[in-house]
């Protein structure tokens, strides 16, 4: 009877001690994924950030016959309208010159330089930049709306630049304590003939 109990305490260590290393493994994934699912849920409030912006300041009113909402105020309201869900808030960064990628393409797409993310953790820049019509001059600020439909087939890019904090300790020590994240947006400018 005391060979018999001995197996069964040998046997119950031996699986507490199985459990212990193993719990390891599975505490690192699931915190990766605690991160990774995290970065996802503020990625897709970006890219939907950036869609609602270009998208409203694209948008042209037929009875006016202009871009009511081609400025940097009301782009600015709609991307942080599309951010309120996350907790969010971007801050336009104004400048003459649109945001110049790393690689020189012309049309101002990734990637960015890591000077032009924010420097504090969950921090959003916007950049906007308007093209004028068949790649026309660029600017990267307007602070009001044309007045006519000199603007149609432009362009209206919105970039949303976002510097992520991880939170857990061992992701941080593989990527660092934050990843950069950009999502942009072009849409044509609309207007009539």
């Not at 020590?173 to 999502?183: D, H, K, P, R």
């Amino acid at each position: 009877m005391k060979a018999r109990v001995r197996g069964g305490r040998r046997q119950r260590g031996q699986s507490l001690v199985e459990f212990a290393i193993s719990s390891i493994v599975l505490l690192l994934l699931m915190m990766g994924l605690l991160d990774l699912s995290r970065a996802f849920y503020f990625a897709v409030n970006l890219q939907g950030a950036a869609r609602e912006g270009a998208r409203h300041g694209a948008w042209f009113n037929t009875s006016s016959r202009a871009n009511l909402y081609l400025d940097d105020a009301d782009v600015m309201a709609a991307v942080n309208s599309g951010l309120s869900g996350s907790g969010l808030v971007g801050t336009f960064v104004p400048s003459a010159n649109c945001l110049v990628p790393t690689d020189s393409n012309t049309l101002n797409n990734k990637p960015y330089p890591t000077s032009a993310y924010p420097a504090t953790p969950q921090a959003v820049n916007v950049y906007i930049c308007y093209t004028q019509p068949n790649g026309g001059p660029q600017t990267g600020t307007m602070p009001a709306h044309p007045t006519d439909n000199s603007w149609r087939l432009g362009d209206i890019n919105v970039s949303l630049l976002m510097n992520f904090q991880l939170i857990t300790p061992f992701i941080q020590s593989l990527f660092g304590n934050s990843i950069n994240l950009a999502y942009n947006e072009h849409f044509t400018i609309q207007g009539k003939p």
